[in-house]
């Protein structure tokens, strides 16, 4: 259910419920006269606004809470239960960890659930903890075996692309404490469905209720937890090679971290269950099309380089460039230059920045900068490279 229109909000600040009491007391002809600062008098108007004030805040929250555009949290769980959807869960990243021992005269057993290894916590990055999920042996002479493991606490945050080091909290007797224990590749970490991304989907899960159409394929496709966003080719549409076909459907989509074919058989079933009789449906992995930016930023006295040169990367792409910016597009869709501009100007130590960048493009196409990116439904943007040149503010 949509607000007829854009409402105003209900919120209103302690000042100015304080100013209108005290207008009200002087209207009302009232002896009450000293409203400075500190007098009594003031004082209790001042507790009596700020009690308004966040009841005003509550009431605004809960008229928002009443429509699908507005709804955040668990008041959207439930607008999102109206219609039969749920909230996509967060998926726990799953690997393995390399034990490395000094002694290979016994045989020493890794229990399953042995807990807890994690890694070393850093600035902007806590710790990481992880269970082994396999009972696994030391044969007596080996001096590394790797064991199946699993994030304790689901989210990308269990994601890891190189092999870090981890500290286990529980001594497993047999192994010495100066024994190596690493975390190797950890994938398939999802974060919860965001507000935004479950707001976005609901209309799609409805519409898609009718098999056969492309809503019923982005429905099916979008509902798996590790797949980030797809796009449909339809008969007759070009797919940026070919045209389709009669009946032909194509079904691209997007996976969280780099693990297509971990998915494609359960894409496959899905698409499958959503198609009609004669639709011939092809699901295929969508390809990263690399994002290449250069700009110059213009900072606040005092700045750090190297901090700042990290915010901008970081607002653009993310970690490894699977988040920031550019990983907000998805298949099919184009990469807005004026959003990376906006993205960048968030920044709190960035006053300003030269525009054009002095690079914008993807890497795979020639062609101007300063132009928005199109991609085919069969891509999606991934930040392969991000240069930021940091200067003082001139004139500061």
């Known amino acids: ?40 008098t003031r004082t209790f108007l001042e507790a009596l606004a700020t009690a308004a004030s966040e009841h005003s805040q509550v009431a605004d929250q809960l008229r928002k809470d009443s429509y699908l555009v507005t709804a955040i949290g668990e ?44 890694t070393v916590p850093t600035a902007g990055a ?6 082994t999920t396999a009972r696994s042996v030391f044969p007596v002479g080996e001096t590394t075996i790797e064991v199946p493991a699993v994030a304790v606490v689901p989210g990308a945050a269990g994601n890891l692309r190189e092999p870090t080091p981890l500290v286990p909290l529980t001594p497993i007797e047999g192994l010495r404490s100066s024994d190596a224990y690493v ?51 339809r008969p007759g549409e070009y797919n940026g090679q070919r045209t389709l076909t009669a009946n032909e459907v194509e079904v691209y989509y997007q ?21 009609m009789l004669g639709q011939i449906v092809n699901p295929v992995a969508a390809v990263p099309v690399g994002i290449e930016i250069e700009l110059t930023v213009y900072a606040r006295p005092g700045y ?34 004026g959003a990376v501009i906006d993205a960048v100007h968030m920044l709190p130590d960035v006053v300003t920045f030269d525009v054009p960048f002095k690079t914008f493009r993807a ?27 940091v200067k003082p503010l001139p004139g500061a």
């Open 304 to 337: 750090d380089e190297e901090s700042v040169r990290a915010s901008v990367a970081r607002v653009l792409g993310g970690q490894d460039g699977l988040g920031g910016v550019i990983g907000t597009f998805g298949c099919g869709e184009t990469v807005r230059y």
């Open 255 to 275: 996976v969280h971290g780099d693990e297509p074919a971990a998915v494609m058989t359960a894409v496959t079933a899905q698409v499958s269950a959503a198609s």
């Open 183 to 233: 975390a190797l590749k950890f994938t398939e970490g999802v974060d919860e469905e965001s507000d935004d991304d479950l707001r976005a989907r609901i209309p799609i899960e409805v519409a898609g209720r009718v098999k056969g159409r492309a809503e019923s394929f982005l429905a099916a496709v979008l509902r798996l937890e590790n797949v980030k966003s797809a796009a449909v080719v």
């Open 126 to 131: 806590p710790s990481v903890t992880y269970i």
């Open 363 to 389: 890497v795979s196409r020639a062609g101007e900068t300063d132009k928005d990116i199109h991609l085919w439904p069969r891509e999606y943007p991934l930040l392969s490279r991000v240069a930021v040149t």
């Open 75 to 118: 008041a959207l769980d439930a607008k999102a239960a109206d219609q039969g959807v749920k909230r996509l869960p967060a998926v726990a990243a799953t690997g393995e960890i390399q034990i490395t021992r000094e002694d290979t005269s016994k045989e020493v057993p890794v229990p399953i659930g042995w807990s807890e290894l994690s």
């Open 1 to 40: 259910m949509r607000p007829p229109m854009a409402l105003p909000s209900l919120y209103r600040t302690p000042e100015d419920y304080l100013a209108a009491a005290i207008e009200q007391v002087r209207v009302a002809g009232s002896q009450l006269t000293d409203f400075t600062t500190g007098s009594v």
